[in-house]
């Protein structure tokens, strides 16, 4: 069945980097699109960057431009979520998802499958 299995997060002072993991399976990865999402105590999902199915295609919330990079490699099923300069407002449990690729209006609409999260805490 699909799965996903995020990794990588902890806790990191303000200014620090962490390198999430996103490792897929049961499904033609090479297929299908990757989301990262993110959710802080109190607040709605938002989503925060986004990779198509060959990497052609990235994006990233204004609030996390600049400072955090997606990438994928399809041989080895993973997505990676890059994260440097870290701020307080970054603390959240982040998610990643996917969708098959094409047909979409949104960036971060119609994800089917979802991981069960990695808790990333910025603090000092």
């Known amino acids: 069945q699909v799965q996903l299995v995020e990794s990588g997060g902890g806790l990191v002072q303000p200014g620090g980097s962490l390198r999430l993991s996103c490792a897929a399976s049961g499904f033609a990865f090479n297929y299908y699109d990757i989301g990262w999402f993110r959710q802080a105590p109190g607040k709605e999902r938002e989503g925060v960057s986004y990779i198509s199915s060959k990497a052609a295609t990235t994006y990233y919330s204004d609030s996390v431009k600049g400072r955090f990079t997606v990438s994928r490699d399809n041989a080895k099923n993973t997505v990676y979520l890059q994260m440097n300069s870290l701020k307080p407002e970054d603390t959240a449990v982040y998610y990643c998802?996917?969708?098959?690729?094409?047909?979409?209006?949104?960036?971060?609409?119609?994800?089917?499958?979802w991981g069960q999260g990695t808790q990333v805490t910025v603090s000092s």
């Open positions: 998802a996917t969708r098959r690729s094409g047909g979409y209006d949104y960036i971060f609409q119609g994800y089917d499958y």
